[in-house]
């Protein structure tokens, strides 16, 4: 499995923008499918976004069009452009990828077996 070093959290005030990032090893990184999850303190980790092979995107609800997730397979990257943020945005976002299988989109957190070990992003009101 691919090993996965999140970025790029911090604090920000609401209306701010953050954007983190996710560092993937391996040699097989453009085969797999990656998201993005988030834990707030004493909730479920929740999903955010995912990322197909090809570039195909899909979001929660609560982020879709503030949110944008991309990759860049030539740096084994994914990035997670945050705008218009909320307090309630708040939580450890974590980086995940899986190996292609069928079946689109993935976002349950079983779908994702390599996790990297999040990193906390901050909102102010």
């Known amino acids: 499995q691919v090993q996965l070093v999140e970025s790029g959290g911090g604090f920000v005030q609401a209306g701010g923008s953050l954007r983190l990032s996710c560092a993937a090893s391996g040699r097989t990184f453009d085969n797999y499918v990656l998201g993005w999850f988030r834990q707030a303190p004493g909730k479920e980790r929740d999903f955010v976004a995912t990322?197909?092979?090809?570039?195909?995107?899909y979001y929660a609800d609560s982020v879709k069009g503030r949110f944008t997730i991309s990759r860049d397979n030539a740096k084994n990257m994914v990035y997670l452009q945050m705008n218009s943020l909320k307090p309630e945005d708040t939580a450890v976002y974590y980086c995940?990828?899986?190996?292609?299988?069928?079946?689109?989109?993935?976002?349950?957190?079983?779908?994702?077996?390599?996790w990297g070990q999040g990193t906390q992003v901050t909102v102010s009101s």
């Open positions: 990322i197909s092979r090809s570039g195909n995107t």
């Open positions: 995940a990828g899986e190996r292609y299988s069928s079946g689109w989109p993935k976002s349950r957190r079983a779908d994702f077996g390599s």
